[in-house]
């Protein structure tokens, strides 16, 4: 909350004391420039800008001061009543209408415990009612101590009265109880377009001899300003057009006044309304933009703090498997040695464990480094021309002894079509090797792994099917999560990332990546390529990203 009464409540208690000093003298020296200016035939000043001083002071105020603050701009009221010419007893009682306006505005409006402000759409809702409860209860005041002392029509005068201090409070209060938000350099001329309008329509819609209707006109403008630059903005343009009402008035031309008593009293007091009104509904609608604007402000700094938090996961991850690898590499070396020395039978069998776990921690490691790699940029590993034939038949010779042993028939099916394309022989292969590696892994004894690879205009296919275990439909939306595994897999072993990894791959090649499982009579997993590689989009790391 940066707008002005906040910063004045949370100043030292000698500013503040200062500050409110000033707004009940400004309060006693407006209400003589209200009273100095041709009256409506009620005998109410036409625009009472003390209320607003009134409330403002207020609305700095802690605690029990709010009250005795509330005492105090009755007293500067009577004065200035006093001091423009009308009798003690209406000054009186004027001065207790204003004190209970600024009384009940506190009482519904004021926090107890921190500062006001025009923040959300609640504070606004909450100003409103303030200040409608505020200026009724001082036009009730003004138009019974009138009707008892001067015997004027009750009626008249609360017609005068109440929109008189309402459009005050609603034109002026804002200014303080508002945030600033920084212009964007882009709109600064649009600024100035804006504001140039505004001063024009003005002159035209207020100036003398103009007509009701010719009112509207500011507000398309003020609406423009709600969605395009702020509440504090608003504010100021209501604050304008309040100074062009009323200085038009002070000097005696347009609407506001005129040769014609009654109606033109009545004519001013419904354009006061009108405009208190319109300010609402604008205040409202900036309120409503601004809340939004800072609800998305917040959203980007939580995506930018998860965008750091999962860079610098990134790092650690990376910087200890870096840490990891060496000392794997060693025990591997050395358990792969001990397999080439005599070995008892017992001793050859824990070696082969050895062996067996290095590999797989290994594997892991690669794995994360990959996976990190991929996290920190976008861009495939050198491309050049690749023939799939080729590829895919010397990832099923690697992988057949593993099959083989598994009791598992893995073959390969070529379709028509050109099959070759422009892309990362490494990459493609890594996600060959994973594809069918896991297809072998989960499919049992005497099952069978399929691999396919075809070619049209576009691009090429490559597939793998097989007829293991398969995936729960309600898992497979999560199985490229990173360490995700799914029910069907939880006995085998296994991390979790291969098919995160596979999926970053692909992405990063340009491709997409499709798997469809009914979790009972296998998997079938799809990877379109493009001809020519084309990486996703920077930043676009979705699929490696996620999940940890």
Not at 10 to 33: D, H, K, M, S, T
């Amino acid at each position: 909350m940066n707008n002005l009464v906040a910063f004045l409540w949370n100043a030292p208690r000698y500013w503040r004391y200062a500050a409110i000093g000033a707004l009940l003298l400004v309060a006693y020296l407006l209400g003589l420039a209200a009273l100095s200016a041709p009256a409506s035939a009620s005998a109410v000043a036409v625009w009472w800008p003390a209320a607003a001083a009134g409330v403002l002071a207020v609305c700095l105020s802690r605690g029990a001061e709010r009250w005795l603050v509330a005492i105090l701009v009755g007293a500067v009221s009577v004065a200035s009543n006093l001091v423009g010419g009308r009798p003690l007893a209406v000054a009186l009682g004027f001065g207790l209408a204003n004190a209970l306006e600024v009384a009940l505005f506190t009482a519904v409006f004021v926090r107890r415990d921190r500062p006001t402000g025009l923040d959300t759409v609640p504070d606004v809702l909450r100003f409103t009612i303030a200040a409608l409860v505020g200026a009724l209860a001082v036009g009730v005041g003004a138009a019974g101590t009138l009707a008892l002392l001067t015997g004027a029509s009750f009626g008249d005068v609360l017609l005068a009265a109440f929109p008189s201090h309402a459009f005050a409070v609603f034109s002026l209060v804002p200014l303080a109880l508002t945030n600033g938000r920084r212009v964007r350099p882009e709109r600064t001329l649009e600024l100035l377009i804006q504001v140039g309008s505004v001063m024009l329509v003005l002159g035209v819609a207020y100036g003398p001899g103009r007509s009701l209707p010719l009112s509207f006109l500011i507000l398309p403008l003020l609406t423009w300003a709600a969605f395009r630059f702020g509440i504090r903005v608003v504010a100021w343009e209501l604050c304008g057009t309040a100074l062009v009402a009323s200085g038009f008035t002070s000097l005696g031309v347009g609407y506001f006044t005129g040769a014609s008593g009654t109606a033109t009293a009545a004519t001013g007091s419904l354009v006061h309304l009108f405009l208190v009104t319109y300010a609402i509904s604008v205040l409202l609608l900036a309120a409503e933009l601004a809340q939004r604007d800072t609800l998305l402000q917040r959203e980007r700094e939580v995506v930018q703090a998860l965008r750091d938090l999962n860079r610098q996961k990134d790092d650690f991850v990376s910087s200890v498997s870096h840490e990891l690898r060496t000392p794997i590499t060693s025990i591997l070396g050395y358990a792969e040695e001990l397999e080439d020395t005599e070995l008892t039978a017992e001793q050859a069998r824990f070696t082969r464990v050895v062996v067996r776990n290095s590999h797989r921690l290994a594997q892991l490691v690669e794995n994360l480094l990959d996976l990190s790699s991929m996290s920190l940029r976008s861009d495939a590993g050198p491309v050049g021309p690749i023939d799939l034939r080729t590829l895919v038949t010397e990832c099923v010779e690697e992988l057949a002894p593993q099959a083989h042993s598994a009791g598992i028939t893995l073959t390969a099916e070529f379709g028509d079509g050109t099959l070759t394309l422009q892309s990362s022989a490494s990459d493609v292969r890594r996600v060959l090797t994973n594809l069918v590696g896991n297809a072998v892994k989960f499919t049992p004894t005497h099952g069978q792994v399929w691999v396919g690879c075809s070619g049209d205009a576009d691009g090429v296919l490559l597939t793998v099917s097989d007829n293991g275990i398969g995936i729960p439909s309600s898992d497979v939306e999560r199985v490229f999560d990173r360490f995700y595994r799914s029910a069907s897999a939880e006995s085998l072993p296994g991390t979790g990332l291969g098919l995160p990894l596979t999926k970053g791959l692909v992405d990063r090649l340009g491709g997409t990546v499709d798997l469809q499982s009914d979790g009972r009579t296998g998997t079938h997993v799809t990877v379109a390529l493009p001809r020519l590689a084309s990486p996703a989009p920077a930043g676009d790391s979705s699929a490696v990203t996620t999940g940890m």
